[in-house]
């Protein structure tokens, strides 16, 4: 009976499904006066287990004020959205709210 648990443990091991999210964030930042670039290069400057930056855009708010739309992959069971945007708020030189524009499964 060792042998038979031995092999569904191991196919226990091989189906592990990992569970990925794409998230598009939206970063507003306090004012047009707000440089677009560093705010950008401190959002990818944050570092969680598993996260990647994708591409991103600016996107007019009116005023000739612009925010930070940015697309992000992350791993459900090691990341949470919550902890993201905390980081992102974190920022608070750049950063004057952050809001979950899209979140699929993938």
């Not at 189906?15 to 959002?43: C, G, H, R, Y």
């Not at 990818?44 to 009116?62: A, F, P």
């Not at 697309?71 to 608070?92: K, P, R, S, Y």
């Amino acid at each position: 009976s060792s042998g038979i648990n031995a092999e569904y443990g191991e196919k226990a091991k091989k189906t592990t499904v990992v569970l990925k999210s794409n998230v598009i964030i939206d970063v507003k930042p306090w004012d047009d006066e707000t440089d677009m670039k560093e705010l950008e290069s401190a959002v990818r400057g944050v570092e969680m287990e598993c996260l990647v930056w994708g591409n991103s855009k600016r996107v007019e708010i009116g005023f000739g004020s612009k925010k930070l739309q940015i697309c992000t992959c992350i791993v459900d069971d090691l990341e949470g959205l919550f902890d993201l945007e905390e980081n992102i708020m974190a920022l608070e030189d750049y950063v004057q709210s952050v809001d979950i524009a899209a979140h699929n499964k993938i």
